[in-house]
């Protein structure tokens, strides 16, 4: 079945540092990916839908010059966490509609930001 | 707006019983309902969605439009259903999907 593939799956970082998350989607095009956070055990919280070939849309509350978006191609969407403090340290986690089952997930990246 | 609402963040059950975990809606259009499910340490996997109408491990769930529900159920738990289950709601199209609270099964032996 169709496969998005998420690097990296763990990553510390100072804060003040930028992180880049990737989601690359394996045997399918993504023209659409979905990220979300997690927090510890709470839900998958939508933060921004990227669409390949033009900007991010963002929901409510959610900062677009912190946590900036690229979708360049049709197989890769990153997200990249800018200046990040430790309020950021979560769990990322991005998804994508394959036609298929209807939505495939990446494997998470766990930040922690010390 | 879209909401989902899982009103048990924890539901526990002995092997054997009947289980229900609980989803109800907010969509103003035609939603797709879906049903993942986590276990430890793994990635959200499809457990099934309403218009496939399946049977998977032996959980279904019906889409109630009346009472804007989508409640899983299997009529006999086992020990491997312990999880954490999320109702999901999108719009028609491949749309931004939109996840419960989740709730946390636990099946005790």
């Known amino acids: 079945g169709a496969v998005v593939s998420q690097h990296p799956s763990r990553v510390i970082c100072k804060s003040g540092t930028s992180v880049k998350i990737e989601c690359r989607s394996l045997?399918?095009?993504?023209?659409?990916m979905f990220w979300y956070r997690q927090f510890p055990k709470q839900s998958l919280m939508l933060m921004a839908t990227s669409n390949e070939g033009s900007k991010a849309t963002y929901e409510q509350g959610v900062e677009k010059d912190k946590f900036l978006i690229n979708h360049a191609s049709l197989t890769l969407s990153t997200l990249t966490v800018t200046s990040a403090h430790p309020e950021d340290s979560s769990f990322y986690i991005c998804s994508a509609p394959d036609g298929l089952e209807g939505y495939t997930f990446g494997s998470g990246t766990r930040l922690t930001v010390v | 707006a879209q909401r989902v609402t899982q009103p048990e963040k924890l539901l526990s059950v002995f092997k054997g019983a009947p289980v229900e975990l609980k989803c109800n809606y907010s969509y103003s259009g035609s939603p797709e309902l879906f049903w993942y499910v986590q276990y430890s340490r793994q990635r959200l996997q499809l457990l099934l969605r309403?218009?496939s109408r399946e049977s998977i491990k032996g959980f279904t769930a019906d889409l109630n439009k009346g009472e804007t529900s989508f409640h899983l159920k299997k009529p006999f738990a086992q020990e491997e259903d312990s999880a954490m289950y999320y109702c999901a709601l999108s719009g028609r199209g491949a749309q931004k999907l939109v996840f419960g609270q989740g709730t946390r099964l636990t099946i005790n032996p």
């Open positions: 309403h218009i």
């Open positions: 045997d399918f095009q993504a023209t659409t």
